[in-house]
C-alpha cells in the first residue's frame, strides 16, 4: 500500500493567514492525488484532484501543487468557513489511501 | 446532480454482518466511467477505503478487509451494496458511500454517511 503522510497533523492560523499543508507519498503517484475538505460531522468535500486542479464551486484562494512524492495544498487567505480538516488521498494504486488529515483551527 | 444516500442498521451485534445500501438518484448508476466506493471513518479518527464496483460488478477491495467485504450493484434499482461479516466493536464507524469520477480517481461525490455501531 501507499502510505500518504500529511504534516502538520495541526495548524492554528487567524483569518486572513495563508496557510499551507504537505503530503508525501511513500512512493511517486505522478499527479494522482486528491485534497478534501471535512467539517464536524459532514461527509469530506472534494476541493482538488490531479495535485493542481481546482474542483468547480470551490474558491480560487484553495491552490495544489506538486508531482511525484510530494504535494502541498495552499490556502491564500484564510476564511472563517475554512476552519476544518483536510485530507490528501491517493488515486494513482490500490488500495486507495487517504493521509491521516491537518486541522486548521482557529488562533 | 447526482446524489448519494446511504441506508441500513445503526447496531449490528458482534459476529454478525454489517448491511448498507447507497442509493443514487439524479443520475443513472450505470452512465459514465464511474467506480462506486465505500470508505469509513471511525470517530475522533481518519479515513479508510474499503473498496469500490464496477457497473459491469467488477470489484477491488482493501486487502486489510477483503476477507470480509462484499460490494454488489443492482442497476435496477441504481443501487450498490455493501457487506461486512464478523463485525468487531473495529468496525464502528460512519460509513460513507462516494462516487469515484474518471477525473484523477478523486472521490467527486459523497453521501452524507450513516454511524454503525458495533455492540451487543
Known amino acids: 500500500d501507499i502510505q500518504m503522510t500529511q504534516s502538520p497533523s495541526s495548524v492554528s492560523a487567524s483569518v486572513g493567514d495563508r496557510v499551507t499543508i504537505t503530503c508525501r507519498a511513500s512512493?511517486?503517484?505522478?499527479?494522482?492525488l486528491a485534497w478534501y475538505q471535512q467539517k464536524p460531522g459532514k461527509a469530506p468535500k472534494l476541493l482538488i484532484y490531479?495535485?493542481?486542479s481546482l474542483q468547480s464551486g470551490v474558491p480560487s484562494r484553495f491552490s495544489g501543487t506538486g508531482s511525484g512524492t510530494d504535494f502541498t495544498l495552499t490556502i491564500s487567505s484564510l476564511q472563517p468557513e475554512d476552519f476544518a480538516t483536510y485530507y490528501c488521498?491517493?488515486?494513482?494504486?490500490?488500495?486507495?489511501?487517504f493521509g491521516g488529515g491537518t486541522k486548521v483551527e482557529i488562533k | 446532480q447526482v446524489q448519494l444516500q446511504e441506508s441500513g442498521p445503526g447496531l449490528v451485534k458482534p459476529s454478525q454482518t454489517l448491511s448498507l445500501t447507497c442509493t443514487v438518484s439524479?443520475?443513472?448508476?450505470?452512465?459514465?466511467?464511474?467506480?462506486w466506493s465505500w470508505i469509513r471513518q471511525p470517530a475522533g479518527k481518519g479515513l479508510e477505503w474499503i473498496g469500490r464496483?464496477?457497473?459491469?460488478?467488477?470489484?477491488n477491495y482493501n486487502p486489510s478487509l477483503k476477507s470480509r467485504v462484499t460490494i454488489s450493484v443492482d442497476t435496477s434499482r441504481n443501487q450498490f451494496s455493501l457487506k461486512l461479516t464478523s463485525v468487531t466493536a473495529a468496525d464502528t464507524a460512519v460509513y460513507y458511500c462516494?462516487?469515484?469520477?474518471?477525473?484523477?480517481?478523486?472521490?467527486?461525490?459523497w453521501g452524507q454517511g450513516t454511524m454503525v455501531t458495533v455492540s451487543s
Open positions: 462516494s462516487r469515484e469520477g474518471g477525473i484523477a480517481a478523486a472521490l467527486d461525490i
Open positions: 439524479g443520475g443513472s448508476i450505470s452512465s459514465g466511467s464511474y467506480y
Open positions: 464496483i464496477y457497473t459491469s460488478g467488477s470489484t
Open positions: 512512493h511517486g503517484i505522478s499527479s494522482w
Open positions: 490531479a495535485a493542481s
Open positions: 488521498q491517493q488515486g494513482n494504486s490500490l488500495p486507495r489511501t
